[in-house]
T-cell receptor, first 115, second 113 residues
Framework: AQSVTQPDIHITVSEGASLELRCNYS??????LFWYVQSPGQGLQLLLK??????LVQGIKGFEAEFKRSQSSFNLRKPSVHWSDAAEYFC?????????????FGKGTHLIIQP | ETGVTQSPTHLIKTRGQQVTLRCSSQ?????VSWYQQALGQGPQFIFQ???????GRGNFPPRFSGLQFPNYSSELNVNALELDDSALYLC????????????FGPGTRLTVT
């Protein structure tokens, strides 16, 4: 069964500093990988996705993520964070083999931005 | 383009009762998936509906059931509510049955007392 691990429950970053959120996945084949952001009281917003091809993917709001098959990782990065980036971030894996198993999410990383 | 909408926003029920949550999919999307997000956890897949039939299911008991209507909107029904059913219930719509490009609604917060 597929699984996602987000090792960091909380991360605190100063405004303007760079950010990296870690994500490791377990999946037998090439996965579909996603990062979502959730602000308090809101649903999930898709930041970016990886299906195949270039392992560095660009998303919205200045985020990017790199797929590293050898490390089973899909870490999210941003060169300079803004106070509005404070939120909960979820990494998810989807079934690239077809079917309807839904997305499997990690437990999330809570991002705190210090002024 | 209209996004995914859910109703109600909040709901309080008593243990043993039944509840129905509603979701309207994004324009042009024919597939609806439901997720349960307990406090402090990531969303967990409940099931997916496509062409008015259940197309896939996660590890949830049969008292969780659903419907999809010809206009692609959907309902999630939960019978015999338990305290552990307290959670944010998220609906996501997509075009087709693959699990990517899912667009989420704001969720319904269910509290079971």
């Amino acid at each position: 069964a597929q699984s996602v691990t987000q090792p960091d429950i909380h991360i605190t970053v100063s405004e303007g500093a760079s950010l990296e959120l870690r994500c490791n996945y377990s999946y037998g084949a090439t996965p579909y990988l996603f990062w979502y952001v959730q602000s308090p009281g809101q649903g999930l917003q898709l930041l970016l996705k990886y299906f195949s091809g270039d392992t560095l993917v660009q998303g919205i709001k200045g985020f990017e993520a790199e797929f590293k098959r050898s490390q089973s990782s899909f870490n999210l990065r941003k060169p300079s964070v803004h106070w509005s980036d404070a939120a909960e971030y979820f990494c998810a894996v989807g079934d690239s083999g077809g079917g309807a198993d839904g997305l499997t999410f990690g437990k999330g990383t809570h991002l705190i931005i210090q002024p | 383009e209209t996004g995914v909408t859910q109703s109600p926003t909040h709901l309080i029920k008593t243990r043993g009762q039944q509840v129905t949550l509603r979701c309207s999919s994004q324009s042009g999307h024919n597939t609806v998936s439901w997720y349960q997000q307990a406090l402090g956890q990531g969303p967990q897949f409940i099931f997916q509906y496509y062409r008015e039939e259940e197309n896939g299911r996660g590890n949830f008991p049969p008292r969780f059931s659903g419907l999809q209507f010809p206009n692609y909107s959907s309902e999630l029904n939960v019978n015999a509510l338990e305290l552990d059913d307290s959670a944010l219930y998220l609906c996501a719509s997509s075009s087709g049955t693959r699990s990517y490009e899912q667009y989420f609604g704001p969720g319904t917060r269910l509290t079971v007392t």
